[in-house]
């Protein structure tokens, strides 16, 4: 068992491990442009942030009156998604540390996103996260997406933990309405600073409304390891 007992800790991967956004605002970009939408901005890109790709392309074919089917439109953006991401994805420093702390205490973790799992096995591949990150759920597996708990709630499944012992950690106000629906506790670490003050960030454990600039491996561990002793506490 870990020093922290029962814990498992379950990672948002866009935006909360690596910075994958401007890779998929391109591949967006490219893709709309493809079906005729050539002015896509990284403003319009930002409402999608947190939804996974299969609705955010739902949501396209509606905004836009796209004709091609969602399952033709998911895969065109994932082609090319795939190859930007092989060699342009970008860890977040302080979020490898975190892993790597977590990983050296014997803490079990997951990913659970609302990518593909083919674009999910790229990036960790890639980066190098999936020496310590082997168990992954993509929203492509569950019935529901973000703001859905469903991913979470498979994620605490195979890790075999309850989620009342899961910690989430997530970038985007779907994602942290997720974790609370899914009953995990949240560090919410805003990818878009604008957004910090949204109402699903008011549920999460720890808000570092600087976002990533804010965020540091130690102090998300002495969160952990405080809140854990408060549980020990009060059981």
């Known amino acids: 068992m870990s020093a922290l007992g029962t814990l498992s800790v379950v990672f948002d991967l866009d935006g909360t ?42 949501d396209w074919r509606r905004r836009y009156g796209l004709s091609a089917s969602v399952d033709e439109l998911v895969a065109v953006k994932n082609g090319h998604y795939l190859e930007l991401a092989r060699t342009r994805t970008t860890v977040f420093p302080e979020m490898r540390a975190f892993v790597e702390r977590l990983a050296d205490e014997g ?12 674009a999910i096995a790229v990036i960790l591949a890639g980066t190098g996260l999936d020496a310590h990150l082997r168990t992954v759920v993509s929203a492509d597996e569950v019935a529901h997406g973000k703001p859905a708990p469903d991913v979470f709630l498979e994620a605490a499944r195979r890790l075999g933990s309850d989620p009342a012992d899961c910690v989430v950690v997530e970038d985007a106000a779907p994602g942290a309405a997720a974790a609370h629906a899914a009953g995990m506790r949240c560090i919410a670490v805003p990818y878009v600073a604008a957004q910090a003050g949204a109402p699903e ?31 020990a506490r009060r059981s």
């Not at 910075?19 to 002015?39: C, F, H, I, K, Q």
């Not at 803490?107 to 083919?118: H, I, L, N, Q, T």
């Not at 454990?205 to 854990?228: D, I, K, M, N, V």
């Open 17 to 58: 491990l690596v910075d994958s956004e401007p890779n998929y605002y391109e591949a967006g970009r490219r893709t709309l442009v493809e079906y005729g939408v050539p002015d896509f901005s990284w403003a319009e890109h930002e409402r999608y942030v947190g939804i996974s790709t299969r609705e955010t392309i739902a």
């Open 107 to 118: 803490v079990p973790m997951a990913v659970a996103s609302g990518s593909s799992a083919e």
């Open 201 to 231: 960030f008011a549920t999460a454990g720890l808000l570092l409304r600087g976002g990533q600039s804010e965020f540091t491996a130690r102090a998300a561990w002495e969160w952990l390891t405080g809140t854990e002793a408060g549980t």
